[in-house]
């Protein structure tokens, strides 16, 4: 790694100008041991080890970067074809999940062809179902067969729109129609002139008109007037009355024989069309049948549509009866709104899935799995005020689009579209595919559902997702999830620094300079960007395998070398990228600094204080996060209370840091209250802290801060540390190492490097140090230090420049000694406590 002058030259002005004097190196002696050389401090990338001149003379990157473990599961879970073994992928997010996944696929589906092994995949079509409208009939046909029968289907109804009506026009059609119309007039002149005859015989007359039949009497060859009626007899009256009553119920009877006639005949006349049509019906579908002679279900269709025609004949009659609007006179009664408003309905073939362009089995990805996207969608359409639905109006959803095949999709974007999960789970368990409204799903009302036929499911569906997600659903949902989801993939966010990984690192920055039209990178550039890579893990021998943060280190490197006219991407080129990226993010941790320079925020960096020492804190605000100093401080004083956790007593305590004081207050406890207990009060405070504070990283410092309060020896406040105890005073290591240290950095920067200032890190964190370059380089000039620990006691030498101090055979503690001076007076504060409490009982005696 390259380090720069500057940075060198600066840290060394620093250290000159506030003169580091012989003293404050004779005071470090004792902390001299502990630490660490300036070469452990980071990791640096060699770009000599690279043996090419640029990037694009590698070949691109193939195959995933490490990530066995992952790459076996997902072969694994695909190669095994039973139900319940799909797939959960987790791993952070740009650890390449998704590409990986479709990697493995592509490479599955191609071993399968080869084997001549791979699913069959077919085309699904819905039809009209003629026994029940609302329930339309899935289909199976074979690949790329389903347009091919909507096309043909289309064009039997052209060929029965132009050649029905020609049956009809015939000579032969014209004569047998006439014959029996002729036959049936004949019939109604005979009943009606039998009824004129007996009318005229009992010397009345019957009259047809179009509201009806009238009959009358007659008198002298006219119809008798009301007036001549009036004047007959009572008895002449009646007798007319009772014959014209005998004649009504005579005319009746004839007129229902007549209506009876009409309807034979119109039977006969519907007969008749059906015959001089069947043949020609028969002829039209009887080549469509044969192309599908091995699928059962469409046969059966085929038979009831030719039926469905013969039936409604009359739909077919006029030459134009391909026009968009309803004929004039309707068919035979249909029964359903659909079909009422278009009579053609049965031949429009919904061809739902499509496999005339797919030659493999169908991988799809779906990015957006709504309801919709994802189980598919019934359209409707507005009538008169009303919506209807039909069968044309099923949209396929992915599930229908991967059948046969797989499916992946992103667990978050499932989880957060309402009822989705549920209704994939009842997917996979049913293995079939319904097609349904959501809203049936939530309870909402819905205007006139159609219940589809479900298709038959055989997929397998890959889900990702991060760790986060699947515990939760494992614990929340554990009894579907582990049923359905059987096998877990896991991507790994970092891999092993190994040669054979950093030459690939250098084949992906290859690939991606192909993918998004990148400058070429040079050694040093591609050097800059592994070490970048190291630093996302905070880990001297592991890399980071979240290539979307490192794809978007190569773009940003790549504008800087465009902007500035370089042939190729240098190291300053990335460091740029890198140190701008952080400018555009870090306005927070200036106005910090900005609040410690001006004495806003409370804070020492020289000397030494009793019961005060400088812990660290990281902020993270998800996309950038830094380190800072934070007081501590701790009293201590004669009472009982033992130890009080003011963040706690103030609600600003998270459960890991209320464990930490837990823990603290064991190891003082077996400490130093062997021999009696410990009779005190000692208050801990995160000074200035009004956000809440969580973690245990400061348990160590808040150790030392109470045994300089108890010893009244001062901390050293140009050192700051971090680092969590257990119960037997081991320091245990931390996160944010690098943060931690490179903010106390900063805040010594602000007051004048001394050249004593430093941080005291557990000594397994030494190998998670990837400091920034000027912090690598103050602590190679002696300006700046870290010092690595294991116990309280070497952090207690290192911060009081005084033996911790062990205990003697007599069991006491080296006299003068930290831990000497702690004993003596929790010694004196039991004493205190005892006298306190003898006198209140000499009182009350």
């Not at 014209?244 to 519907?270: H, N, P, Y």
């Not at 501590?632 to 459960?655: C, D, K, V």
């Not at 406040?717 to 900063?746: C, H, L, R, W």
């Amino acid at each position: 790694m390259t380090r720069s002058k500057d940075t060198v030259e600066n840290t060394t002005e620093h250290a000159t100008a506030n003169g580091a004097s012989d003293e404050n190196r004779a005071d470090e002696n004792r902390a001299e041991k502990y630490r660490i050389p300036w070469q452990d401090s980071s990791w640096s990338c060699d770009s000599a080890i690279f043996n090419f001149q640029c990037t694009d003379e590698l070949p691109p990157l193939d195959r995933m970067i490490g990530q066995d473990r992952a790459q076996e599961a997902l072969r694994f879970g695909l190669e095994v074809d039973k139900p319940g073994y799909n797939l959960f992928v987790t791993g952070l997010t740009g650890t390449g999940k998704t590409s990986a996944v479709k990697a493995h696929l592509q490479t599955l589906v191609d071993e399968l062809d080869q084997q001549e092994r791979r699913k069959p995949i077919n085309d699904w079509i819905y039809v009209y179902n003629f026994d029940d409208a609302d329930r339309p009939c899935a289909l199976q046909l074979p690949p790329g067969t389903g347009k091919a029968l909507r096309y043909r289907m289309s064009e039997i109804l052209r060929i029965l729109g132009e050649q029905v009506p020609k049956v009809f026009q015939s000579e032969d059609f014209e004569a047998q129609r006439r014959s029996l119309e002729e036959s049936n007039r004949q019939e109604t002149r005979t009943l009606m002139t039998d009824l004129e005859e007996a009318a005229q015989a009992a010397n009345f007359a019957v009259q047809v008109n179009p509201t009806g039949v009238t009959i009358f009497p007659m008198l002298e060859g006219r119809p008798m007037n009301p007036e001549e009626y009036q004047a007959l007899t009572a008895d002449a009256k009646k007798a007319i009355d009772d014959i014209r009553a005998q004649l009504m119920q005579r005319t009746q009877d004839v007129m229902a024989d007549i209506r009876e006639i009409e309807k034979g005949t119109s039977e006969k006349v519907r007969d008749l069309e059906r015959s001089g049509a069947e043949e020609l019906v028969g002829s039209i579908f009887k080549s469509l049948a044969d192309s599908y002679q091995g699928v059962t279900e469409l046969q059966e269709f085929l038979v009831q549509l030719q039926d469905y025609v013969l039936g409604n004949l009359v739909i077919f009659k006029e030459t134009d009866a391909m026009r968009t609007t309803v004929p004039v006179g309707p068919p035979q009664p249909i029964g359903n709104a659909a079909l009422t408003l278009n009579p053609y309905l049965p031949f429009d073939v919904n061809v739902l899935v499509d496999n005339s362009a797919v030659d493999r089995v169908p991988i799809v990805i779906e990015p957006n799995p709504t309801w919709g996207n994802l189980f598919g969608r019934i359209e409707r359409r507005a009538i008169m005020g009303t919506y209807v639905s039909d069968h044309a109006m099923l949209k396929p959803g992915a599930l229908h689009l991967a059948n046969g095949g797989y499916l992946v999709i992103n667990a978050r974007d499932v989880l957060m579209s309402g009822t989705v999960w549920e209704g994939l789970k009842r997917v996979i368990r049913n293995r079939e595919i319904l097609l349904e409204d959501p809203s049936e799903q939530s309870g909402m009302y819905i205007p006139q559902g159609l219940r589809p036929e479900p298709i038959p499911l055989d997929l397998k569906v890959i889900v990702t997702g991060d760790e986060t997600i699947y515990r939760m659903l494992t614990s929340v949902d554990n009894e579907d999830f582990w049923d359905l989801f059987k096998v877990k993939a896991e991507f790994d966010h970092r891999v092993e620094l190994t040669e054979e990984n950093l030459q690939a690192y250098c084949s992906f920055i290859c690939r991606t300079g192909m993918e998004e039209g990148l400058l070429g990178f040079e050694p040093s550039g591609a050097a800059e960007v592994i070490e970048y890579a190291a630093r996302l893990v905070a880990d001297q021998q592991k890399l980071s395998t979240r290539f979307g943060l490192i794809k978007d280190l190569l773009i940003e490197a790549d504008y800087w070398a465009q902007k500035e006219g370089a042939p190729r991407v240098k190291d300053e080129h990335v460091r740029r990228a890198i140190s701008h990226k952080i400018y555009r993010l870090n306005l927070v941790e200036e106005r910090i600094r900005d609040m410690v320079a001006d004495g806003t925020q409370l804070l020492q960096v020289t000397g030494s204080e009793v019961g005060q020492i400088n812990g660290l804190a990281v902020y993270d605000l998800g996309d950038f996060s830094f380190g800072r100093p934070t007081r501590i401080t701790a009293q201590t004083y004669a009472g009982r209370e033992g130890f009080i956790n003011i963040e706690r007593e103030a609600s600003l305590s998270g459960r890991t840091h209320d464990k930490g004081v837990l823990i603290l207050n064991g190891y003082i406890g077996a400490k130093f209250g062997q021999e009696r207990p410990l009779t005190l009060s000692a208050s801990l405070c995160f000074e200035q802290s009004y956000e809440g504070v969580d973690g245990d990283s400061a348990s160590s410092a808040e150790v030392y801060a109470i045994l300089s309060s108890l010893s009244g020896l001062g901390l050293r406040q140009d050192i700051a540390v971090t680092g969590s105890v257990n119960q037997k005073g081991e320091i245990q290591p931390i996160g944010g190492v690098n943060q931690k240290v490179e903010g106390m950095f900063d805040v010594c920067r602000v007051f004048g490097l001394t050249g004593t200032q430093g941080v005291m890190i557990p000594h397994q964190n030494v190998q998670n140090l990837m400091l920034r370059d000027d912090v690598v380089s103050a602590i190679k000039e002696g300006t700046f230090h870290i010092y690595a620990v294991k116990t309280i006691e070497e952090g207690l030498e290192i911060l009081t420049d005084r033996e911790a101090g062990q205990r003697s055979n007599n069991g006491s503690f080296t006299e003068g000694s930290v831990n000497g001076l702690v004993e003596k007076r929790l010694k004196e504060l039991n004493q205190s406590m005892r006298g306190y409490y003898g006198g209140l009982l000499a009182e009350a005696n």
